[in-house]
């Protein structure tokens, strides 16, 4: 039994989701502890998760991966190559050793011993006199110094050394040895400051003994830390939360499902910065010098622009992309940050049912949990709006059936009746009937409205007899929706009788994990419509909730005939909601060719990934917009020689190299080029990289890079 009375997610209610009394980081009362789960790899512990917590994480650019992170330089320094500089520097040893030489052996005179003899008294120069060998060897060693000095900054040994000597080994080592000793505890983060600067200073210690003893992981420290946030603003009493951490010190303020880590991990999260890394940036002379060779990451703060990727399969879409950002989503919703819907194909890799706390696998005998096909709201008009959009809102053509508002209506004008009549809305089957005009049904409403004096609904359903004869109805287009879900694979779903499990997205309020397994191999255009119909329940859900601090994201594994101008609409206002989606496709052309360039504007993060189509190419470089550079044109033109002398030694030349002599002449001048063209992302992306562009929700922007997904 949770804290409202609410029962757990597997027993007997009308709306079994998960729904905790309030947020995950402060419960209503103590629950019980559970007992601590077994690591899952990649995820620090002990020690590790001390090093980990303590490695600075400093300020960078968009999507880079701030862990361990080492600024660079804007700009590319001006860097010799190694050949030159080594070659260059014994050839400066050489001339410095040819002119000691020279001094040494008296061939340059001895004008360089003149200020020796002047400083060093008559009486030293005696034959054999200890001071005179000591002064005089040491006046030749500080002038073979002069010289060395001399040549050494001629021959740039000072960065032979700083590239190749020590330092470079010290640097080396430093990034592989992590944090240093432990700070001080006002500086600690594992001694939690904070709590001890708002005079929490008993569960500050309780915390930091548990992180000393190999009790706590990043997923605790990030969920304590969350419920700290909710103390901060009022939402919880410091007594409450001072209480529950030294209760269960590192367990206290559980996840409603009692985990404390997912059961196994495939990316690198950092649950400080709450990135996942995703790869690196190339070192690519098309990436800015900045970017060149840093780990590339995502988190919520890119996330809430909303991201797109498109591929052909086998590309990496799912287990380089989605794979790593469903684990971070999940990470964040045990530890109280986010509430995560992930919809794909059923057997698609998107992780292990047991890192989700609700699976809903339509279609599939065992599944525990069903769909609410009204998105669990009350109101006839809401339930039409997002019901119309998943059935006929990829119909953008202006044919019969193609104006969603007009479905709408319809819609409303059956669900309204019913549902005053029944107390419910309507099963997939007597959705149907009324559609098709059943007049079994029709006169079963008829009669419900005339006896509990609904006269409003009365006209409503007049209205809808009447349509129904007139030529171009949307009706029967609904009908023939409909119908796709009216299969005996579906039977056991949608069932809004009470009788089943269903999941509502209005459970997004809660840190709730949720996989939803679509049928695609037999029934492909029922589950783009039931992919149409989450993403629809999904905007309007997340567009009402009152704590949009905890982050809402939808990824659909395959997007397919879900993008219509709708849903372009309510991808535009998710940023200012705490939410977004992400997105992949195969390929553009599964996009109307209307909405490609509306998705791709109201979309913050793009990715190309390797062995995309010129067509689809071309419309990234679009929206990428050009970028000024410099251009440099090399011409060569043939030198004429007037003098016989001339002519002889132009005619030796060509004897000699084969080619006439020529001058070369350099041109250089700023163009404005496209950032990546069509034909760059059609050919020149390798394998198992991508081209990928960041919008950050504080409108930061990071240009196209490079990335290599295995970096």
């Not at 947020?23 to 001390?50: H, I, K, N, Y």
């Not at 600690?188 to 992180?211: Q, S, T, V």
């Not at 684990?327 to 919809?343: P, Q, T």
């Not at 004008?413 to 029709?442: I, K, T």
Request: aromatic share 6%.
């Amino acid at each position: 039994m949770d804290g409202d009375g609410t029962r757990d997610a597997r027993g007997t209610h009308a709306n079994p989701v998960p729904r905790p009394a309030g947020p995950p980081e402060m419960p209503a009362e103590a629950p019980t502890v559970p007992p601590r789960p077994t690591r899952a790899p990649g995820s620090p512990d002990g020690s590790a998760f001390l090093t980990w917590l303590r490695t600075p994480r400093p300020q960078a650019l968009p999507g880079v991966w701030r862990f361990g992170h080492r600024p660079r330089p804007e700009e590319e320094p001006e860097r010799v190559p190694g050949r030159q500089l080594l070659s260059g520097a014994v050839i400066a040893f050489l001339v410095g050793w040819l002119v000691w030489s020279l001094l040494w052996n008296g061939y340059l005179g001895g004008w360089w011993l003149l200020p020796l003899y002047a400083m060093i008294p008559d009486s030293w120069a005696e034959p054999h006199s200890f001071a005179s060998v000591v002064v005089v060897y040491a006046y030749y060693v500080l002038v073979a110094g002069i010289i060395m000095v001399a040549v050494g900054r001629l021959g740039r040994w000072g960065e032979i050394w700083r590239r190749y000597g020590p330092p470079a080994w010290r640097g080396a080592a430093t990034a592989t040895a992590g944090a240093g000793p432990a700070p001080a505890p006002e500086e600690d983060p594992a001694a939690w400051p904070a709590l001890r600067a708002a005079g929490a200073h008993d569960a500050a210690e309780r915390l930091a003994a548990e992180a000393r003893s190999g009790l706590m992981r990043d997923v605790d420290h990030a969920r304590i830390a969350r419920a700290w946030q909710g103390v901060q603003r009022g939402r919880h009493s410091l007594a409450t939360f001072t209480g529950a951490v030294l209760s269960h010190g590192a367990a206290a303020c559980p996840h409603p499902s009692g985990a404390r880590d997912l059961p196994v991990r495939r990316a690198r999260h950092d649950l400080v910065t709450g990135q996942v890394r995703i790869g690196a940036a190339a070192d690519d002379a098309r990436n800015p010098y900045a970017y060149r060779g840093a780990g590339l990451a995502l988190g919520p703060d890119l996330l809430g622009t909303s991201l797109l990727a498109v591929g052909p399969a086998g590309s990496g879409k799912t287990g380089s992309l989605v794979r790593p950002l469903t684990e971070s989503l999940c990470l964040h919703a045990l530890a109280g940050r986010a509430a995560v819907v992930v919809v794909g194909a059923a057997g698609a890799d998107l992780g292990p049912a047991d890192a989700y706390d609700v699976v809903v696998r339509i279609g599939h005998p065992d599944s525990v949990y069903d769909l609410d096909l009204y998105g669990g709201t009350t109101d006839p008009d809401e339930a039409a709006v997002v019901l119309a959009e998943a059935l006929v809102g990829d119909l953008t053509d202006q044919h019969q059936g193609g104006d969603t508002r007009r479905s709408t209506t319809v819609l409303a004008q059956l669900l309204g009746p019913f549902r005053a009549v029944h107390g419910r809305f309507p099963g997939v089957p007597e959705l149907r009937q009324l559609l098709e005009g059943a007049p079994g049904p029709l006169a079963e409403l008829r009669e419900g409205l005339r006896a509990a004096g609904q006269d409003s609904l009365l006209r409503e359903l007049d209205a809808r007899e009447r349509q129904m004869d007139r030529p171009g109805d949307v009706g029967g287009v609904l009908a023939d929706r409909v119908a796709l879900l009216d299969r005996p694979a579906f039977a056991p779903f949608f069932d809004t009788s009470g009788q089943s499990r269903p999941f509502s997205l209005k459970a997004l309020d809660h840190p709730v994990r949720v996989r939803v397994d679509l049928p695609q191999r037999g029934h492909a255009d029922a589950s783009r419509m039931l992919a149409r119909l989450v993403l629809a329940q999904f905007t309007a859900s997340v567009s009402v909730r009152e704590d949009r601090s905890l982050f809402a994201c939808l990824v659909l594994d395959d997007a397919s005939g879900v993008v219509t101008p709708e849903a372009v609409r309510a991808v535009q206002r998710l940023r200012s909601a705490g939410a977004g989606v992400v997105l992949t496709l195969r390929t553009l052309d599964d996009v109307p060719r209307p909405l490609r360039g509306p998705l791709l504007g109201a979309i913050g993060c793009r990715m190309a990934l390797s062995g995309l189509t010129p067509w689809d190419g071309q419309d990234f470089a679009e929206v990428w917009g050009k970028e000024w550079t410099e251009a440099r044109d090399v011409t060569d033109r043939q030198i004429i020689a007037e003098t016989p002398a001339g002519k002889a030694v132009h005619m030796l030349r060509r004897v000699i190299t084969g080619k006439a002599p020529t001058a070369r002449a350099v041109t250089v001048r700023q163009v404005e080029r496209e950032r990546w063209s069509a034909s760059e992302l059609a050919h020149a992306v390798p394998a198992g990289h991508a081209v990928l562009s960041l919008t950050s929700v504080k409108g930061e922007h990071a240009p196209p890079l490079l990335v290599d997904l295995h970096g």
